[in-house]
Every structure is written in C-alpha cells, then in structure tokens.
C-alpha cells in the first residue's frame, strides 16, 4: 500500500527557515516522482517542487527557485523540501504525493496529509 506522510511544519517568522520530511512507504522512490504542493487558506492547491530519481529530474515554482531546496534520501525513502528565506505568502498547508512527476495536480495519484507552515511575526 502506497503511503504518504509529511511532516516538519510550524510556526516562523518572516525570513526563517524549515524543513519539510515526505517519508514514503510501499514504493521505492525511484519507482514515483514525489510532489511538494501547498494550499493557502482561501486558495487553490499549487505545486511547488517535484523530484524524479527515475528521470533525474527536479522542478519549482518560480515564486520558490532560489529559496525552496528539494532532495531525496533513498536509503530512508524520504524526501525533504528545504524552505529557507520563508515569506508571509508562504503560509499553506504543504503536502506530498506520488505520481510521474511535474507540478500539475492531476497527474498524482497518491496523496499523504498535510503539515502546516505559518510564517509570521
């Protein structure tokens, strides 16, 4: 059974950091991309950053390049996303998933819960 669990979330301020952990279970990850993907309150989920071991490749949002760090721990099948220089806009519930890779929605087929990000002062 394929699964799913983000964690790493919380409270900071403006121009912190944090790390985010997508620990995998049921496939190896160089079987699925994993997608990071956030959704603020009021808004419609977006995805941020994606890691293909399989393809070898990694994408971002523009709003995050430079900022936001993806990687991938095959030994612990995890996957990190590295959030540093955190803005107010990036307060969301950030979640992750499996699927072929990119940052549209539709093409993930597993979903874990989200962790929530608040940045403020």
């Known amino acids: 059974e394929v699964q799913l669990q983000a964690s790493g979330g919380g409270l900071v301020q403006p121009g912190g950091s944090l790390r985010l952990s997508c620990a995998a279970s049921g496939f190896p990850l160089d079987y699925y991309a994993i997608g990071w993907f956030r959704q603020a309150p009021g808004k419609g989920r977006e995805g941020i950053s994606c890691?293909?071991?399989?393809?070898?490749?990694?994408c971002y949002l523009d709003s995050v390049k430079g900022r936001f760090t993806i990687s991938a721990d095959n030994a612990k099948n995890t996957v990190y996303l590295q959030m540093n220089s955190l803005k107010p806009e990036d307060t969301a519930n950030y979640y992750c998933?499996?699927?072929?890779?990119?940052?549209?929605?539709?093409?993930?087929?597993?979903w874990g819960r989200g962790t929530l990000v608040t940045v403020s002062s």
């Open positions: 890691i293909s071991h399989k393809y070898g490749d990694i």
């Open positions: 998933a499996a699927g072929p890779g990119g940052l549209a929605l539709h093409l993930y087929e597993w």
